[in-house]
T-cell receptor, first 116, second 112 residues
Framework: DARVTQTPRHKVTEMGQEVTMRCQPILGHNTVFWYRQTMMQGLELLAYFRNRAPLDDSGMPKDRFSAEMPDATLATLKIQPSEPRDSAVYFC??????????????FGDGTRLSIL | QKEVEQNSGPLSVPEGAIASLNCTYSDRGSQSFFWYRQYSGKSPELIMFIYSNGDKEDGRFTAQLNKASQYVSLLIRDSQPSDSATYLCAVPWTGGYNKLIFGAGTRLAVHP
């Protein structure tokens, strides 16, 4: 069963530390999405890529967040410096990129991030 | 007006009843619609999709689409306590690239 793989599953760190989250999309998928989910805000789209190129990162706080795809099998989301308000679950999702939105996204298990 | 709207709930139904979850969308150009289920502490999981007006059935789940009225619904027959979860409606962004616009989700509670 093809799956989106995210690491780490859990991360606890102190304010000010750098946090890196990784995502391996489903093989053959060429669109990758990063979401943040909190009880208050629900599911928020942070950034997304197509064929490794960033299409939109307007959902991310630019001063501390960055997202990249070094290659087709790895997407990263970094927070530097981290703040307590960044505590949330971060999901990566990938899609096949075919057609005009007729294909769904598939989600990874998420990274549960706690900033103390 | 939000692009995709759902009642946040909780929607409480007794075991064995039909649960009806509704979603309205604003973009008349939307062509396909997805329902995701998210258990507490887990990731969203795709359970149904529908492209055409009318009903689509898959086991105990039925998705209903009415493009003229711009709503899509999910019916769960013979609801079970294991169906208790948050159900997210998602509509593709008409600009493509698999980008989805998610509703805030409806929390369903099925009680024995």
């Amino acid at each position: 069963d093809a799956r989106v793989t995210q690491t780490p599953r859990h991360k606890v760190t102190e304010m000010g530390q750098e946090v890196t989250m990784r995502c391996q999309p489903i093989l053959g998928h060429n669109t990758v999405f990063w979401y943040r989910q909190t009880m208050m805000q629900g599911l928020e789209l942070l950034a997304y890529f197509r064929n490794r190129a960033p299409l939109d990162d307007s959902g991310m706080p630019k001063d501390r967040f960055s997202a990249e795809m070094p290659d087709a099998t790895l997407a990263t989301l970094k927070i530097q410096p981290s703040e307590p308000r960044d505590s949330a679950v971060y999901f990566c999702a990938s899609g096949p990129g075919k057609g005009i939105g007729n294909q769904p996204q598939h989600f990874g298990d998420g990274t549960r991030l706690s900033i103390l | 007006q939000k692009e995709v709207e759902q009642n946040s709930g909780p929607l409480s139904v007794p075991e064995g009843a039909i649960a009806s979850l509704n979603c309205t969308y604003s973009d008349r150009g939307s062509q396909s619609f997805f329902w995701y289920r998210q258990y507490s502490g887990k990731s969203p999981e795709l359970i149904m999709f529908i492209y055409s007006n009318g009903d689509k059935e898959d086991g105990r789940f039925t998705a209903q689409l009415n493009k003229a009225s711009q709503y899509v619904s999910l019916l769960i027959r013979d609801s079970q306590p294991s169906d208790s979860a948050t159900y997210l409606c998602a509509v593709p962004w008409t600009g493509g690239y698999n980008k989805l616009i998610f509703g805030a989700g409806t929390r369903l509670a099925v009680h024995p």
